[in-house]
């Protein structure tokens, strides 16, 4: 399967022109048989989009947002719905990012709602799971049990979606959430195991088959290999790295095939 890199920009840079720059910068990688989404704030979504319509070299390279809401519109102050997102161009979605659920109170029923309409409007979708520090202290078995609690709660009922198109629109990202932004990636062959755990959980458990799988969690240029390297990681969420276009492109260029 193709690598797929995600770049979560969060709630960065501060301006429009400074948005602007580090996707015209980090788009001017080159990009061999590895696809790129770029998630930037909404606000920059459509700057973005224009910009991205102008370019000559756009294979394998996409858009993304951080967020969707579960319902297409209505009186839902400040929240965006998937068919507005698809209208700027964005062609992805994060969902379920830890960071969500730890500030916004998001449960597993609010982003099991935005996984089934994001999907059902023509989204794909990357859902964020992981386990806190003071479960992973107890062993990879009970971080695998925290995990699969997670997806069963989160996937119900989406294998009917994903039939559709064979699941190639979901990606599982697995971001212990100790590791994210702290510069302690988790060691890459518990991570190529914590793969092989949720691909056989996500086509035998809950029929949903050829999602890929993602690590994330202070990746960088010189650890990624480590993790690509292994058949069954699909690829990374890159939060902080893709914030240094430098950086992110030493990413791509680790990552082509
Ligand atoms: P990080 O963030 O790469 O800065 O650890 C990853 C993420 O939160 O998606």
Known sequence: MQKLLVANWKEN???EAGALKLFKETAAAKRKNVDVVICPPFLYLEEIATAFRKMKARNELALGAQDVFWEERGAFTSEVGPKMLRSLGARYVII???ERRRDFKETDAMVNKKIKLALKDGLHVILCVGEPLVVRKRGIA?????IKNQLKKDLAGISKITARDRGIRLAVAYEPIWAIGSGKNDNPEDAAAMADFIKKLLKVELKIQNSRFLYGGSVHGKNIRDYVQYKSIDGALVGGASLKAGEFKKIINQTNG
């Open 142 to 146: 009970a971080a695998q049990h925290f």
């Open 96 to 98: 379920g990012h830890s």
């Open 13 to 15: 840079p501060r301006t």
